[in-house]
């Protein structure tokens, strides 16, 4: 197909839409179900870009959860441990186990379930039927992926009463050397960021720490390649083969650490005890128990303890969940890592990372604190390398 017609643009009020390839080729990419929109297709070739790239660096199934043109979530497919089925509610799926690419989406999925609510999945091998199962029970936009199952499929073109988007795209396309696009009718042009993220960048440590393990390589590495295609500025929180926060499309680099941090710590304290047996009731869907836990981890806009709030949502009244308690569970984690998009201009962002339980660091330095930076580093006996390559993406 050479042309496929969208239900609007960015907005309902922008029409007409539709994708096609400049030069009259046939498109790359096959609507399966459904009619995706312009944010769909925005948000299911940029999360491809990202899975395709994690596995070629790792050699493993990978899945995204994107949203709004960025990664809430990516991982590599490792099985999960008991406590992490638990935390990302699949922890009742069959055959799980024996699906790397379902663990991928169920790690992708989990890592922000709040901001992975109505995302648009990517999956870099062909969808089988545990994680077909998996999709059609959480809310989201669509799927991306090479090829599907059959059971898979008929399976996904059940979901949203039918209408649900499932796209195949075409394993082998490789884009062209030079991207264009418009902006309020001006061309603009580019060569595609065709940079090939590998452990290579990470030969250069540049602090007194220089113990950087195949893990931390791999985990540095989860953060960079989702940190290629999330909009800048960004940083990446990555743990055991998966993202556990990203800041993105932040204005402040520290604002980004934050963010990225308050979403790492968040992800780990779901894995508390207190949280994992949470006293929920029955009819409270997965959304809304994202939801409690989030305020009961947090307490952002209500205490879900307090009374008149829990008999909202629990059978009986669970114990808070301390800020002492909050502090001494974040304080045992360690080997974290962080990868940054551009260079950290002070050593604040390093002071929050530390907070968060991170060892490694990757970022492209370059600023005139580096020393700054470096010295944070050393305090905390952190490890940290320069790539020398920034990853803005927008």
Known sequence: MKEIQLKYGCNPNQKPSAIYMNDG???????????????????ALNSWQLVRELKQATGLPCAASFKHVSPAGAAIGRVLTDKQKKACFVDDVDGLDDSLLAC??????????????????????????????LIRREVSDGVIAPDYDEDALALLRKKKSGNYNVIKIDPDYICAPIETKQVYGITFQQGHNDYQITSDLLQEIVTDNKELTDEARLDLIVALITLKYTQSNSVAYAYD????????????RIHCTRLAGSKSDTWFLRQHEKVLNLPFRKDLSRAERDNVIDGYINKYEMDVTADGNWQKFFTERPEELTQKEIREYLDSLDNVALGSDAFFPFGDNIERAH??????????GGSIRDDNVIETCNRYGMVMCFTHIRLFHH
Request: with cysteine.
């Open 25 to 43: 080729s046939e498109l790359p990419v096959e609507v399966l179900n459904g009619r995706p929109g312009y944010i769909n297709f925005l948000d």
């Open 104 to 133: 991928a989406y169920a790690r992708a999925r989990g890592t922000d379930r709040l901001s992975s609510y109505g995302d648009f999945i990517a999956l870099s091998d062909r969808c089988d039927l545990t994680t077909a199962r």
């Open 241 to 252: 083969g998966q993202t556990t926060g990203v800041g993105a499309g932040q204005q402040s």
């Open 355 to 364: 907070a968060s339980g991170v060892r490694y660091v990757a970022q492209p």
